[in-house]
């Protein structure tokens, strides 16, 4: 099965500064790479997405990349905001497998105001 | 869109007693999953559903767990005898077909004293 590695596990930024996030796969038939925000205590939420038909894709502060050749795509957030600060999840899903998500082991953010 | 909607929030119960934690996927959704979340595993998948018909139960850590599907708009996961170690976040979301985003339901914070 796909597996998926999160780098790092912990990070901390100062606030305006940028943060990045990268994820591995293992598996180059997945095609379709979620990334979530989990707030303390609440659940994880969806932020952005990619598929592999994308290179990158933005949504205001929050981008992804994706480089199928290597394997790995990146979380990026600019001018980063005290509310930023959560725990944040990358994903990837392998086509036709039912659309289980295989999950990293999370990063948790702290901006620090 | 009331989004996935899981009761109870909140289970606390004595060892060995039987917990049932519920679920209602979004309408139209044709895809269910239950997963834990603890510190030291992270989120695990459990069990995953398609069209109330149970796909992928290798996650179920042991016969204690169960899960059912009786509708399209109900699920539920059992655990009978719970024990201390059982003590987790459960999450269940749901999602559509052919590599969509899974949407979480607001969790089962269970204790088992």
């Known amino acids: 099965g796909e597996n998926v590695e999160q780098h790092p596990s912990t990070l901390s930024v100062q606030e305006g500064d940028s943060a990045v996030i990268k994820c591995t796969y293992s598996d180059s038939a997945s095609n379709y790479f979620p990334w979530y925000k989990q707030e303390l205590g609440k659940r994880p939420q969806l932020i952005i997405d990619?598929?592999?038909?994308?290179g990158e894709k933005k949504d205001q502060r929050i981008a992804v990349t994706l480089n199928k050749t290597a394997k790995h795509f990146s979380l990026h957030i600019t001018e980063t905001q005290p509310e930023d600060s959560a725990v944040y999840f990358c994903?990837?899903?392998?086509?036709?497998?039912?659309?289980?998500?295989?999950f990293g082991t999370g990063t948790s953010l702290t901006v620090i105001p | 869109d009331a989004g996935v909607i899981q009761s109870p929030r909140h289970e606390v119960t004595e060892m060995g007693q039987e917990v049932t934690l519920r679920c209602k996927p979004i309408s139209g959704h044709d895809y269910l999953f239950w997963y834990r979340q603890t510190m030291m595993r992270g989120l695990e998948l459990l069990i995953y559903?398609?069209?109330?018909?149970?796909?992928?139960d290798s996650g179920m850590p042991e016969d204690r767990f169960s899960a059912k599907m009786p509708n399209a708009s109900f699920s539920t996961l059992k655990i009978q005898p719970s024990e201390p170690r059982d003590s987790a976040v459960y999450f269940c979301a749901s999602s559509g077909t052919g590599s969509q985003p899974q949407h979480f339901g607001d969790g089962t914070r269970l204790s088992i004293l």
């Open positions: 994903a990837a899903s392998i086509p036709n497998t039912g659309n289980q998500f295989y």
């Open positions: 990619i598929r592999s038909n994308v």
């Open positions: 559903f398609n069209n109330n018909v149970p796909i992928d």
